[in-house]
């Protein structure tokens, strides 16, 4: 028999496909702006943001386990543009060593260059073009690199680290356009001077951001807001403006009031104009909303609060798909590289999920796993 000269070709690895949409442009500018190749003669910032995709995505528990993985690949690394994997010990120093910044940076790099893409999807029945949800999660530390919450346990005298993510994320698109990493000891109202929304925007927030100085500040600069009033608000009734009793099994708007809250900017007393909304949901749990605008419908400031539930479940995917209970390293600067590294990862199964049409995950109850490369 002659020699076969067919050859049977397969597609490129799953991993590669992914990696593969990041501009290595963009992040090449980076690393000449921070600095962060700077006396390195191996294990370049590339190599590392590989590296820690590669653990993310195979929901390694350790730097070791990914080191071991990526080894026991060494002949396929070629695909990532890699000779060999790294040590243990090399990665480990570049986790600690490197700064965060450029991670930090390169996700909103990453934001600006796949906003057209994500951009596509809206929500219908939402009139705002910019509509966006601000939230934090907590994410707990088994050492007090970084300060956590609550009180001193009696038995050891010490309490677990813990970090906070702040993300605001465009609700229309499901992506985040702002986020911030603090210690979890760290009060979440102080980040809303972050936050630069524009002009006719509409963001919505958690009873636990009711800043009312913040709040005026933004009804003057013409920006919209929904949120939840918080039960111990002392607000003032200026006028009822609807009422309607609600039988047993009914649901929707039964009061709306005209309030004022007042607040004190510096020693000077304030008072802010807004409109309280009363709603009760199928389960007959009641709301009261608070926002600043007074034309849109009220059923609709209460659909835009229940929209607010997808910053949650953007949250509840990092923390189940993505082992952010797991960390590479027990420094600042590494466990910040870490949580950057995996909101880079989100953001690219979004656009993969984008770019395929379909709304369920990319990710089985594995994770992608080391067979990406195979």
């Known amino acids: 028999m002659g020699k076969d000269n067919t050859k049977n070709l397969v597609g490129q690895p799953l991993f590669k496909q992914i990696v593969k949409m990041l501009p290595r442009d963009h992040f090449d500018i980076l690393v000449?702006?921070?600095?962060?190749?700077?006396?390195?003669?191996?294990?370049?910032?590339?190599?590392?943001?590989?590296?820690?995709?590669?653990?993310?995505?195979?929901?390694?528990?350790?730097?070791?386990?990914?080191?071991?993985?990526?080894?026991?690949?060494?002949?396929?690394?070629?695909?990532?543009?890699?000779?060999?994997?790294?040590?243990?010990?090399?990665?480990g120093d570049a986790l600690r060593d490197r700064s965060e910044e450029l991670f930090r940076l390169y996700y909103f790099a990453l934001i600006a260059y796949f906003r057209p893409l994500l951009s596509v999807s809206r929500k219908k029945d939402v009139g705002f073009e910019e509509f966006y949800a601000f939230d934090s999660t907590t994410v707990t530390l088994?050492?007090?690199?970084?300060?956590?919450?609550?009180?001193?346990?009696?038995?050891?005298?010490?309490?677990?680290?813990?970090?906070?993510v702040h993300m605001l994320t465009d609700v229309h698109a499901d992506t985040a356009v702002f986020a911030t990493i603090s210690e979890a000891k760290m009060h979440d109202k102080k980040f809303l001077s972050h936050l630069n929304p524009s002009k006719g925007s509409m963001p919505v927030f958690d009873k636990a951001y009711n800043f009312y100085c913040q709040f005026s500040d933004q009804t003057k600069e013409g920006v919209n807001f929904v949120c939840r009033l918080k039960d111990n608000a002392k607000s003032q009734l200026q006028e009822v403006l609807f009422e309607k009793e609600l039988k047993k099994e009914e649901s929707g708007v039964y009061k709306i009031e005209h309030i004022h809250l007042d607040y004190k900017r510096?020693?000077?007393?304030?008072?802010?104009?807004?409109?309280?909304?009363?709603?009760?949901?199928?389960?007959?749990?009641?709301?009261?909303?608070?926002?600043?605008?007074?034309?849109?419908?009220?059923?609709?400031?209460?659909?835009?609060y229940k929209y607010r539930w997808t910053?949650?479940?953007?949250?509840?995917?990092?923390?189940?798909?993505?082992?952010?209970?797991?960390?590479?390293?027990?420094?600042?600067?590494?466990?910040?590289?870490?949580?950057?590294?995996?909101?880079?990862?989100h953001l690219l199964l979004n656009v993969v999920r984008v770019l395929s049409g379909e709304q369920k995950g990319v990710f089985n109850h594995r994770g992608i796993g080391a067979d990406t490369l195979d």
């Open 32 to 91: 000449r702006q921070c600095g962060s190749d700077r006396y390195y003669k191996t294990f370049f910032s590339w190599d590392q943001l590989m590296v820690m995709l590669f653990g993310i995505f195979s929901r390694c528990d350790s730097m070791g386990e990914v080191c071991d993985v990526m080894r026991a690949l060494e002949g396929k690394l070629n695909y990532l543009n890699m000779d060999c994997a790294p040590a243990k010990s090399t990665a």
């Open 142 to 164: 088994f050492s007090d690199v970084m300060k956590g919450v609550g009180h001193t346990p009696k038995d050891d005298g010490k309490k677990k680290g813990g970090l906070k």
């Open 266 to 304: 510096g020693k000077k007393k304030e008072t802010l104009c807004l409109r309280l909304v009363y709603y009760k949901d199928e389960k007959g749990r009641k709301y009261k909303f608070i926002t600043n605008n007074w034309e849109i419908r009220p059923e609709e400031v209460a659909l835009i």
């Open 311 to 345: 910053i949650e479940l953007t949250f509840k995917k990092l923390k189940q798909n993505f082992q952010l209970h797991f960390f590479y390293s027990e420094t600042e600067n590494g466990i910040k590289t870490q949580v950057w590294c995996t909101l880079i990862a």
